[in-house]
């Protein structure tokens, strides 16, 4: 019950800009359990779609349900729906502190800041150089456009938008992904070096990610924390003293205690 719950808001944070669902998934403390199903070749692929049976259905509840209606809520209030997600986004941050302490780790300050700052940098970046157009992409670099893309989405505080935006790809991706069916045929056969790009990125960056917390725990979590953190305020709009903003930050108080309650008593959900 509360690995279904909580993809729920992972799919709304795959659909909503400048929310990674990834990040939710890692506060939420699901992110682990699904990469260890994944990585474990002594469980076979039906009993692997089994087990991630829930979050699998959650996620697409948060993508097709709500994530089509809080869009339409997020384009009217923009400015609510981002103190909402970055007070859900920091309420998890002390349980993932706790966790990383639990399991023997140490939080690494100054890895946390220099990964704060860098993905800081990556959303200023896009703003301030010239993008290629998908024109002009070739098989190989449509390729590696789609190990960069899968990449914002396994890797949780990377941003898929920031990578497709840099390749002047965004658009289409968009397109491509929320309606597939006004594609031509010529298009598809043009993205198909992107769509194996995807494939190849999710095995190889899979086995990283694991490898990565298995043996080097306090440093993954501290770039993921500092990850996490940078990308969250990158979507902080700015305070405003005035009835929609206090409502907001109400918003914002009330989500960060939702998700450090979700995140507490998770065992009591299941």
Known sequence: MYSFLVSILIGIGVVLPGVSGSAIAILVGIYDKVLTVLNDSSIKTLKKIIILFPIIIGIMVGVIIFGNILLKIYEYYEFQMKYIFIGLIFGGVPILVNELKDNGGVLKMKTLIFSVIFSLLLIVIPSVISYDNVSNLNPIKLFIAGI???????????????????????????????????????EW??????????????????????????????????????????????????????????????????????????????????
């Open 148 to 186: 960069l893309y899968i990449s914002g989405k396994i890797i949780p505080g990377i941003s898929s938008s920031f990578f497709m935006m840099l390749l002047g790809m965004y658009e289409r991706v968009l397109l491509m992904l929320s309606n597939p069916f006004s594609l031509s045929y010529f």
């Open 189 to 270: 056969i043009s993205f198909i070096p992107f769509i194996i790009g995807i494939i190849v990125g999710v095995i190889i960056l899979i086995k990283v990610v694991n490898y990565l917390f298995n043996k080097h725990l306090s440093l993954t979590y501290s770039i993921i924390i500092g990850f996490v953190c940078g990308s969250t305020l990158s979507i902080f709009p700015g305070l405003e003293f005035s009835f929609r903003g206090i409502l907001s930050m109400i918003f914002m108080v009330i989500s960060f205690l939702l998700t450090n309650y979700l995140s507490k008593n998770k065992k009591k959900i299941t």
